[in-house]
């Protein structure tokens, strides 16, 4: 196994000891009881039959834990996912047909091989397509969506969809449609998810359980919330008024290929999104694992690992999966190493498909829609908001333009408006490099700016400092201002660049330079550049730059090379 | 006529003197004489009527002068925005249609509007959306696709579009089908042209024309070359066995809104991309005259006045235009100062408009080819691929990229390719920050990069110095750097950041700020600053980040107080 293969990366920091295994196969235990119900919920959530979620939560893990390095990372069917995936689908297909399974297999498949690809290409720096205030707010928009979704499959109240403000108007408008045996199944489920919450962990406590033990109780409490329910249900025979999981075949998915349909080439920008909404998520939740576990993160690994389980996830007839959030805190806590603890998940769940179908035919769907909406109610993050409001107005209007875009325009479009935000501030901050005009300390060699400092400086020159590297995007800028300063410069003036800060150069400021060199030579002052750091130096040689400029070492041997030209005379100016 | 305000900004720059009106009227003249057949030109290759081509050159103009402010920018219709109107209609009308024209129309007015919301936000710094080599590849790919159509005009031989490869392929195999008239035309059109390219200024020189006269007889003599082939054809009677460009009514454009379509809505991308394409390519252009006029270049400015050319095009009834390079040269060496020089231009070709529709209307169509084909050949920048493939790989993949994206998958697809290579090239710059581990050189105060220089380091503490602003895109890398040398560092460590070259700071990188101190202090590290400017300085305040962190003011500060503590020591260590 070699360190530099991109299969089992993770090998290299976790050892195969007994307190890797131990520690990955309870974790594997718990998490599994977590995922049971939340891949049903997620495949309803996706407009697929139930027990997709099922399969879904079986290969990809195993895909992960070949090309994934996180020790801690929980890859299965997740609500972000789920609801892109819908809302891809949606213009296409109708829910739950056929050529709807086969239209989320195609997303997992063609976002499996973007992803893969990307991680080969080593594109892990995609993850600044967003920023975090802007996912905050992308998030919490779709979280929001998804709760609304989740109200009409908790009420019965029909709901056609639309956008949020439409859903809640319908919502408001059919209230007197609602199903009540549905609405009691689901507000019953709810608040019993929500007791189990608060007092599952402290009563087991208080009943002396403890270890392993007390997180599986715990973690289990939600499941058997929902069984309690259907239990009641059943045993009173209202059953029949409310929908439930219906058919879950029992037996493994078998692995094929989605049939194609010419309807897929509108699906390849959302698989593209789907992909890197969900690796965006999942490398800042790997990232914050690597922290806690003292491994370092690896962006590119984790794109091939998402890749290999979304692809597998398609394979095996299933949709897109990614990271999930709160599974992968149940993980680390449970004591998670390494993604073999996935693979233990995986083994369990074949388990269940293989054994338990029966049981879970009879959840009715309102219980579901509680579980998803007591789940999802941990991603509405207006924490954010409010650290960003208080400490940086730009990131909170990102965050609020996104939150809104989702809630208007759907998820689709609200995470294109993010990725036009994010990257636009990328840009932004490019195009505004910081230079300043520079002057010498009397009686140092230290060189400061002339707006902060008392310094010396030339007369007829002008020392500037560019504290940014010279490329396409900021090199117009950096040409605008050092133009402006030419411009009071007579014949024989002198313009100084002092290049300590810039550590990488491309082909428009190389040419930029050359140019610059050239328009100034044509009006008789000169350019210098000094402190040019070894790699920018031999570039500059390449193209011949040093036969139209001058080359000082430092700042201070062009100040004193300078000083004793007639044509520029030392003085002393005041900080601004 | 307040100095900030958006109006006329050109008349912060330029007085309206003799000089400058003189210089702009004669550079009228020159460029109308160009601008006359180009229009016509442009026009077909936008699948307009003709004179649509002469409408889109007198309101624009006007649109340009009120909110442009470029001495010597020449607006109107362009090839490659004419290429890129109509790629986008192809696939919703037919071309000549009024259906098309009201297309154009559209692309016209929703390019412009928003280009001038982007100019009134400023964000002129979206010209980074596209670095050079990739315009260069893009320019240089539309330029063959548009001369392959214009092959079809100028030879007859019937071709219905596609990829470059299939219009060459139906080319070569509809060979026997070529119009021997047309052709003859389309070919001696050609010929003429670029004699006249290589002899008209010189026989005029010969024959003592100088001055203005001269530029205008230069000028003129593709026009006149054009007006020669159509004399001889007309009086030969060949005229009706090639195609001419047909009527033109007599008239000035009317002013009105384009009908609305449902199609419209998938128009909204392809006019933001012409758009956005027109003005990266018009602000360089307007940056290199304005380095040759010595006036600062306002991209703010430039995308108001591309904005308001474009919606005075589509409102009388025209297509989108923007800067044309050539014909910009030529404005600029005939002696523009100011934006009054496309006001002129805007009124002689109202007086072509009234009066000379007739004798426009015999002007053969292979012959405005053959026209096309000359003026785009200057477009083929094969020099900017050889001198990336000299000095710049990347750069020079962008260009080959992209030149083949349009020629395999058109004008359209091709510039989204590009603008995902740049802004991908920009994120991935922010990605890789330089990050130094620093020491004291022996004997003084200063601290250099340890790979480098014979430096002091203290055993137990690592210096660093992060050599980029820190924000959501470059944040977690420096993390992940941190992280790494932290893990090296025993209890009682010190990690030292030195901030000089930080001079900007978003919410992402405050709030990793504040984990990072957690995160360390949790394992007993302390985090130290130094060299904080005030900015940043007020930033950190305000989270209170400074109970968490030890603040020095320079690195010699640190590297003393450190120095003192028991738990480090001093070493020397060699550059590697």
Chains 1, 2 share one sequence.
Request: include cysteine.
């Amino acid at each position: 196994m070699c360190m530099n293969s991109p299969f089992f990366p993770w090998l290299k920091d976790s050892r195969l000891d007994g307190k890797t295994v131990t520690g990955d196969l309870s974790a594997a235990l718990v998490v599994t009881l977590m995922l049971i119900p939340q891949s049903l919920a997620y495949a309803l959530l996706a407009g697929m039959p139930a027990h997709i979620g099922l399969y879904a939560s079986v290969l990809p893990l195993i895909g992960y834990a070949i090309f994934g390095k996180s020790p801690a990372l929980a890859v299965g069917p997740v609500a972000i996912a789920s609801v892109m995936t819908f809302d891809a689908l949606i213009p296409f297909f109708e829910p739950g047909s056929s050529e709807w399974i086969a239209g989320g297999m195609f997303l997992a498949v063609a976002s499996g091989l973007i992803l893969m690809v990307f991680g080969f290409l080593r594109f892990g720096f995609i993850a600044a397509l967003l920023s975090h205030p802007v996912m905050s707010g992308f998030v919490t928009g779709a979280a929001i969506l998804i709760i609304l979704g989740q109200i009409k499959t908790l009420t019965g109240i029909p709901v056609t969809g639309g956008t949020a403000l439409q859903q809640l108007q319908q919502l408001l408008a059919n209230m007197g449609d609602v199903n009540w045996v549905t609405l009691s199944v689901g507000l019953s489920t709810f608040l019993l998810l929500l007791l189990a919450r608060r007092l599952a962990g402290r009563l087991f406590k208080l009943a002396g359980v403890r270890g392993l033990l007390l997180d599986i109780l715990t973690k289990a409490s939600p499941l058997a919330m929902i069984a309690i329910v259907t239990l009641v249900l059943v045993s009173t025979g209202y059953n029949s008024d409310t929908q439930t999981v219906g058919s879950i075949p029992t037996g493994l998915p078998t692995l094929m290929l989605p049939p194609i349909s010419s309807a897929y080439n509108s699906l390849l920008i959302s698989a593209l999104l789907i992909g890197v909404v969900g690796f965006i998520e999942s490398v800042s939740m790997a990232r914050a694992i690597g922290r806690i576990r003292q491994v370092s993160t690896d962006s590119d690994a984790e794109l091939r690992g998402l890749g290999a389980a979304n692809l597998l996830s398609g394979l095996s007839g299933a949709f897109p999966v990614t990271g999930g959030l709160s599974r992968s805190v149940v993980n680390l806590d449970a004591g998670a190493r390494s993604p073999l603890a996935g693979v233990f998940s995986a083994i369990l769940m074949v388990a269940v498909l293989l054994g338990t179908g029966q049981y879970l035919e009879s959840l009715p769907l309102a219980s579901l829609a509680a579980l998803i909406i007591v789940a999802i109610s941990s991603l509405l993050d207006w924490h954010t908001l409010r650290e960003c409001i208080r400490f940086d107005r730009a990131d909170a209007a990102g965050w609020l333009v996104t939150f809104l875009g989702v809630l208007f325009f759907g998820v689709e479009h609200g995470i294109m408006l993010g990725i036009a935000l994010s990257v636009g501030t990328v840009l932004w901050r490019q195009s505004r490099p910081h230079i300043a005009i520079i002057g010498r300390i009397p009686g140092t060699e230290h060189f400061r700016n002339v707006q902060r400092h008392r310094v010396e400086t030339l007369d007829n020159a002008v020392f500037l400092r560019v504290d940014a590297n010279l490329f396409f995007a900021n090199w117009d800028r950096i040409r605008e201002f050092i133009d402006q300063q030419a411009r009071h410069l007579s014949n024989k003036g002198k313009v100084v660049l002092s290049m300590a800060s810039v550590s990488d150069i491309d082909s428009t400021a190389l040419e930029g330079l050359q140019e610059l060199a050239r328009d100034l030579n044509s009006r008789q002052i000169e350019l210098s550049l000094c402190e040019v750091k070894g790699p920018i130096s031999d570039k500059l040689k390449r193209v011949h730059l040093f036969e139209q400029v001058t080359l000082h070492l430092s700042n201070n041997e062009a100040f004193e090379a300078i000083n004793r030209n007639v044509h520029c005379t030392k003085q002393v100016s005041e900080p601004t």
